[in-house]
């Protein structure tokens, strides 16, 4: 139970909080500073960058979900069977 737990935590802080939000406030970083860069109009500099940030989401879900797995499963994921066998282990010595 615990292991799921911390799974879910670590997953869902990751992949729907840490990663999109930052990935999301780059989109709108640059988007906002190139326009700034070309001197758009400063209705431009207000509008576009949001609109990039928000029209950006349909497409880094599923990347974000797919890289998040990835690394669930290469480290918080792997280091957690060996210390589960132990903990079965010690449940049995009991």
């Not at 997953?11 to 939000?21: D, R």
């Amino acid at each position: 139970m615990v292991e799921a737990g911390t799974d879910t935590l670590l997953w869902q802080g990751l992949a729907s909080v840490i990663v999109p939000g930052f990935t999301i406030h780059q989109i709108v970083h640059w988007t906002s500073r190139s326009l700034r860069v070309i001197k758009a109009p400063k209705s431009a500099v207000t509008i576009i960058p949001t609109a990039a940030g928000l029209g950006a989401i349909p497409f880094i879900v599923h990347p974000i979900d797919e890289a998040i797995h990835w690394l669930g499963d290469n480290t918080w994921r792997a280091w957690a069977k060996p210390l589960k066998r132990w903990y079965s282990q010690s449940d049995k010595d009991e």
